[in-house]
């Protein structure tokens, strides 16, 4: 599958990873874990650049936000501390849902975001958590907003640079905030069908003040449902509001037919997760009133 | 071809093997005679081709095998000690957890796995750490006992050792 490569490099830093991707003219690939790309395999591929030795796995905290570097396996995110707890921990419990235990133990964060599948387990909450990529390339780093990212890397626009850390800004805390992960899979370890992750933040009398709505799986690169997010805002959260905003969830999913599940059962089952994630945030934030 | 040196710890021995730089580290480990790794789907999803990677269960078709430059890979081979057989292997085997047995060094490496970080499983942790682990004949009902059994034969064992001791 891989005939035709003539180097695999190990790289010590960015620029130097840099470096050589800007050599291999085209022919070079970025290898994190390996999982998605030994898939799909590269008669074109000439030169691997290896850059888990390139100093990018790590959880932190800079200047305000918690920074993932791009080389951090799910498995390590699935056991951070930090990330257990961060926004009801639903960036670890993500992860945990993320393919089986072997592949965790390679599979990235940065790879399961450059790859830029629809099912990307770890997109979904990362947009609720309005996380940032960042990039480098030869001419420096730049923050660009995720979803941004994902649009662009799946038309395949960073060719050139790589992607080096995810950054979340601090999430709103407190008692009157709840989080939820939602995963439809065919099995434990199956790519998700449909996947939902949301935030919702409530003021004393109950009444939403914030609500973040992200989709998988249901259009060509992971989404927000902002107009379902609007729709909640300055209402009070009661079953009725639940069950309006699934329903906007579902019209603003544009999912397609596959192998997996056709459009109309995708769009069904967004409704079903959506109104499941939302019942599950508000219950949380309720407990806080 | 061009060819690449490529060290790193299998089974304990210190090794060097020369692969192709696109080499995938199923095909590297099986060319080297390591047999109990299978290839399987090769695509991530069978868990047969699973080897330990510094001591972490890893699908050795979906990583490359030069990104195991320095590290301690451990297959089905290197388990036993001195002729007798990892207590794992030996519950797989008193529970009838093998038939073909294709299936069984990745199940019994991510089982290895899963008692070394977590001595005293719950059933529920050891399905998640099968998971990953397709079997097509027995089922997954042995195998899980057969987990569960090796989990609770090791804490008997370990609480007899100290008193046995103090004994002498």
């Known amino acids: 599958m ?8 190990r790289p010590a830093s960015v620029p130097e990873a840099l ?10 690939r970025i290898v994190a874990g390996g999982t998605d790309l030994a898939v799909a395999g590269g008669d074109d591929v000439r030169v691997l650049i290896d850059i888990t030795r390139a100093g990018l796995t790590y959880i932190r905290y800079k200047s305000g936000a918690l920074a993932i570097g791009a080389t951090t396996t799910l498995a390590e995110i699935e056991e951070s501390p ?5 926004a009801g921990g639903i960036l670890a419990r993500a992860a945990a849902t993320c393919g089986s235990v072997s592949i965790r133990n390679l599979a990235t964060i940065g790879g399961n975001m450059a790859n830029a599948s629809p099912a990307a387990d770890m997109a979904t909450p990362l947009l609720v958590l309005e996380a940032a990529a960042v990039v480098a390339g030869t001419r420096g780093r730049r923050r660009l907003p995720l979803g941004e990212y994902l649009a662009d890397a799946a038309a395949g626009r960073f060719s050139k640079s790589i992607l080096v850390e995810i950054l979340i800004p601090e999430p709103p805390a407190g008692k009157r905030c709840g989080w939820s992960f939602e995963k439809l899979g065919r099995t434990a370890v199956d790519i998700s ?6 935030g919702i933040q409530l003021d004393r009398k109950g009444t939403v003040t914030r609500a973040r709505v992200a989709l998988g799986s249901v259009a060509p690169s992971p989404m927000r449902a902002e107009t379902a997010e609007q729709l909640m805002t300055g209402r009070l959260a009661d079953a009725a509001l639940i069950a309006e905003a699934a329903a906007e969830i579902a019209r603003a999913a544009r999912p397609i037919s596959d192998v997996r599940a056709s459009a109309e059962y995708r769009r069904e089952m967004s409704q079903v997760l959506g109104a499941r994630a939302l019942g599950e945030c508000v219950r949380q934030a309720e407990g806080g009133l | 071809m061009k060819t690449m040196e490529l060290s790193l710890t299998v089974n304990g ?3 060097t093997f020369a692969i192709a730089p696109g080499d995938l580290l199923l095909d590297v480990l099986r060319r080297e005679g390591y047999f109990g790794v299978k290839r399987g789907c090769e695509k991530g999803e069978c868990g047969a081709c699973a080897v330990l990677l510094d001591g972490k269960p890893v699908n050795s078709c979906l990583m490359f095998a030069a990104q195991a430059e320095g590290r301690q890979v451990v297959t089905i081979e290197g388990l036993a000690r001195n002729g007798r057989l990892d207590p794992l292997q030996e519950a797989f085997l008193d529970h009838g957890a093998v038939q073909c047995g294709f299936c069984t060094p990745g199940m019994i490496l991510s089982a290895k796995a899963l008692l070394d970080h977590q001595p005293d499983p719950t059933e529920e942790q050891v399905r998640e750490a099968l998971a990953g ?5 027995t089922g997954y009902k042995k195998p899980v006992e057969a987990v569960l059994a090796a989990a609770a034969a090791r804490k008997t064992r370990s609480r007899r050792k100290p008193a046995a001791e103090v004994m002498q």
């Open chain 1, 19 to 28: 470096r050589l991707l800007q050599k291999g003219k085209g022919r070079a």
């Open chain 1, 82 to 86: 930090v990330l257990r707890k961060l």
């Open chain 2, 13 to 15: 021995h210190a090794r």
């Open chain 1, 193 to 198: 069908l449909v996947s939902v992750a949301a």
């Open chain 1, 2 to 9: 891989f005939d035709h490569v003539e180097s695999f490099c």
């Open chain 2, 133 to 137: 682990h397709f079997c097509r004949c």
